[in-house]
């Protein structure tokens, strides 16, 4: 493996070294640059997933009536307590208007008992007031006694009475606004199970509703890759356009698959373009294989492929130096280096294909460096200048 390496590199290096001009006429390559990093990182191994919605199921009616309007079609968005359907509401109105007139009979009724108890008290005061006196009657005293009980009591049922109806008129309100039928939650209409025109019982399904605010992740793992994943660990995985995300874990759900031998696990992620995801949508998960080791990582853009392998190049005093070098697994923009380099060699990443070997850098945001042939030029330049200074003194 070493010797494939080094021949490699001396062959990348001849096919480098015919350069146009000598490095010291050419110009400053303006480029970026990034050291190499030791990293942890673990062998992983691709899982496939998918997007589950959090939130799905049907909208259902909360009353039995027959579907006066359905406002909404497939593929409509909805918000949350926005009106889907109409059912009929005429019997309902009714039975609301009838409950409120039962309030107010409650209410008068009342009233009446309030006034009778009033009198009957009225009435017990006076006699009350005789019983010194000759004219003091006693069975008539009792029966005022027993009259101002009575009075109290048709008052207690008369507040009774109007709570029941209070109680009424509420259900009867309730049950009317259950004709509107409304969004639980922001989503999107899957599927219409109700017309216009239609009957429906309570609990009915009206509409399919499924949120794409609540998607998470969930993916069939190994038994055997589990022993060293827990909830809050990160991993990487990817859509299916490719884009790398991180998602952390949520749940194992305790339920295995016998014919897989694969355990379900929820993870959750900041989901990008919500608006472009579905659900059962794929996505791959990337799994560690291995513990992690220590590694050193190069950015991604510093890899050029040339016709005898990978390489990159390095600033090595200004210059620009060819290097080959073999790669392991990427993990993000980092890609692990086997062989080739070693921590904070700097290596180019930005304008690197458009250098040969030998060519001076000048680092991007650097002063840039001083060419050493404009150095002999100015030396010379000066040179007869001060010959001709020492001649005219001389005369």
């Given at each position: ?145 027993q009259n101002s009980s009575i009075a109290k009591a048709e008052v207690s049922q008369a507040r009774a ?72 660990m990160e991993f990487t995985l990817s859509l299916t356009d490719d884009t790398p995300l991180l998602a ?148």
């Amino acid at each position: 493996m070493r010797h494939l390496f080094v021949t490699s590199y001396l062959l990348i290096a001849a096919s480098l070294t015919i350069v146009p001009l000598s490095a010291s006429a050419q110009q400053p390559s303006l480029v970026g640059v990034d050291k190499v990093r030791i990293e942890s990182m673990s062998q992983t191994v691709p899982v496939i997933g998918r997007l589950v919605a959090q939130q799905t199921g049907n909208v259902s009616a909360r009353i039995a009536g027959p579907v006066d309007e359905l406002m909404v079609e497939v593929g409509d968005k909805v918000v949350k307590d926005q009106v889907i359907a109409k059912l009929n509401a005429a019997t309902l109105k009714a039975d609301r208007d009838l409950a409120a007139s039962e309030v107010a009979a409650a209410t008068s009724k009342l009233g009446t008992f309030q006034a009778r108890l009033k009198l009957a008290g009225q009435e017990l005061k006076r006699l009350e007031k005789l019983k010194k006196s000759a004219a003091f009657n006693k069975s008539r005293y009792e029966d005022a006694i027993q009259n101002s009980s009575i009075a109290k009591a048709e008052v207690s049922q008369a507040r009774a009475d109007i709570g029941t109806a209070q109680a009424r008129l509420k259900r009867a309100e309730i049950n009317l606004a259950y004709t509107e039928i409304k969004a639980p939650y922001d989503g999107i209409i899957m599927s219409k199970e109700t017309e216009t025109g239609a009957y429906v019982a309570t609990g009915d399904a009206v509409v399919t509703l499924l949120s794409r605010e609540s998607l998470e992740i969930e993916v069939d793992v190994p038994a055997r890759r589990l022993a060293g994943i827990k909830p809050g660990m990160e991993f990487t995985l990817s859509l299916t356009d490719d884009t790398p995300l991180l998602a952390t874990i949520r749940a194992i759900l305790p339920r295995e698959n016998p014919l897989t031998r694969t355990r379900p696990v929820r993870l959750t992620a900041k989901l990008p373009n919500q608006d472009t995801l579905a659900n059962n949508q794929s996505i791959t998960l990337l799994v560690p294989a291995g513990p992690k080791r220590e590694v050193a990582t190069v950015h991604k853009d510093a890899i050029i492929q040339s016709p005898n392998g990978a390489m990159v190049f390095l600033n090595v005093d200004g210059n620009a130096q060819p290097r080959p070098v073999q790669l392991g697994q990427q993990v993000g923009e980092r890609i692990e280096v086997i062989y080739g380099l070693k921590a904070e060699d700097e290596v180019v990443i930005r304008g690197n294909e458009r250098l040969f070997p030998g060519v001076p850098l000048q680092i991007n945001g650097a002063e840039p460096p001083v060419e050493q042939d404009k150095i002999e030029e100015n030396t010379a330049d000066q040179a007869p200048k001060e010959d001709l200074d020492k001649s005219e003194g001389a005369s």
